[in-house]
């Protein structure tokens, strides 16, 4: 089931969201998931665990057909008061997504694996619901940003109390689990301190520290592969019990 976000909770996520890290992560995270997803305006794209919708408000400017998702009645509430009627908000559970299959051409998961407990089933669920790719987005439990945000929860009030954070290769694991040896593109972002925020702006954005895999914030595309199996019935043993031709009795 995972950790379903309270209200004062919810309140913490969205004054983190607002603070100058929290902004900066969304700038930087946002770049980063356009650039692995390259989607096109009018895809449906569907944001599973969108807390209070930051996200589907840059998948809406983009022209895209936005739905979010949340187990929070309370982190809907806000993100319903943030975007009124350009997004389809549902609550649910991203391990049991009340989707049909394919319904999507896109869907993310940002900051969300870090609060379920089978993180396997939800991208199961992601790769049903959609047909092109989906995107995943965690914090990284080998960043200097996240180790010292882990110690902080141990003394306050926070989110990262009840996150479980990743490494890019136990994601990558998850996502083989989940879908196979699928196409995958990942990158990384890097927060630097902001004290050098001057000057570091252009490191930020090089394609080399994006590929470094320490970064704060992972992101992995996967491309959805489907196959057709069937079952192939011998002749022989089909004629031997009488099984009727599927394409006919020959006529002659």
Same mark, same amino acid.
């Not at 089931?1 to 890290?21: C, I, N, T």
């Given at each position: 089931?995972? @950790?379903?976000?309270?209200?004062?909770?919810?309140?913490?996520?969205?004054?983190?969201?607002?603070?100058?890290?929290?902004?900066?992560?969304?700038r930087?995270?946002?770049?980063?998931?356009?650039?692995?997803?390259?989607?096109?305006?009018?895809?449906? /794209?569907?944001?599973i665990?969108?807390?209070?919708?930051? @996200?589907? &408000?840059?998948?809406?400017?983009?022209?895209f057909?936005?739905?979010g998702?949340?187990?929070?009645?309370?982190?809907?509430? /806000?993100?319903?008061?943030?975007?009124?009627? *350009?997004?389809?908000?549902?609550?649910?559970?991203? +391990?049991? &997504?009340?989707?049909?299959?394919? +319904?999507?051409?896109?869907?993310?998961?940002?900051?969300?694996?870090?609060?379920?407990?089978?993180?396997?089933?939800?991208?199961?669920?992601?790769?049903?619901?959609?047909?092109?790719?989906?995107?995943?987005?965690?914090?990284?439990?080998?960043?200097?940003?996240?180790?010292?945000?882990?110690?902080?929860?141990?003394f @306050?009030?926070? /989110?990262?109390?009840?996150? @479980? &954070?990743?490494t890019?290769?136990?994601?990558?694991?998850?996502?083989?689990?989940?879908?196979?040896?699928?196409?995958?593109?990942?990158g990384?972002?890097?927060?630097?301190?902001?004290?050098?925020?001057?000057?570091?702006?252009?490191?930020?954005?090089?394609?080399?520290?994006?590929?470094?895999?320490?970064?704060?914030?992972?992101?992995?595309?996967? *491309?959805?592969?489907?196959?057709?199996?069937?079952?192939?019935?011998?002749?022989?043993?089909?004629?031997?019990?009488?099984?009727?031709?599927?394409?006919?009795?020959?006529?002659?």
């Amino acid at each position: 089931m995972g @950790h379903v976000f309270d209200l004062k909770l919810a309140r913490l996520y969205e004054a983190w969201q607002k603070s100058p890290e929290g902004i900066l992560l969304d700038r930087l995270s946002s770049e980063l998931i356009v650039r692995l997803l390259r989607p096109q305006k009018g895809e449906r /794209i569907l944001d599973i665990g969108c807390g209070t919708g930051n @996200h589907l &408000l840059l998948f809406y400017r983009l022209g895209f057909d936005v739905t979010g998702l949340d187990a929070s009645p309370y982190m809907l509430d /806000i993100a319903r008061s943030r975007l009124g009627n *350009k997004a389809s908000l549902k609550i649910g559970r991203a +391990e049991n &997504l009340p989707f049909e299959d394919n +319904e999507f051409d896109l869907a993310t998961l940002i900051i969300t694996l870090e609060f379920l407990d089978d993180p396997v089933a939800a991208l199961r669920e992601a790769g049903r619901v959609t047909r092109n790719k989906v995107f995943v987005g965690v914090l990284n439990s080998l960043s200097f940003e996240c180790m010292c945000k882990k110690f902080h929860a141990l003394f @306050h009030d926070s /989110i990262f109390r009840e996150a @479980h &954070l990743f490494t890019l290769w136990r994601l990558k694991g998850h996502v083989i689990n989940a879908y196979g040896n699928v196409p995958m593109e990942c990158g990384s972002i890097q927060m630097m301190p902001f004290f050098f925020r001057n000057y570091t702006k252009r490191i930020e954005m090089s394609s080399s520290v994006q590929s470094y895999p320490f970064g704060t914030f992972l992101g992995l595309a996967s *491309k959805m592969i489907y196959t057709l199996r069937t079952e192939n019935i011998k002749i022989a043993e089909g004629l031997k019990k009488g099984v009727e031709s599927p394409i006919g009795s020959p006529g002659f």
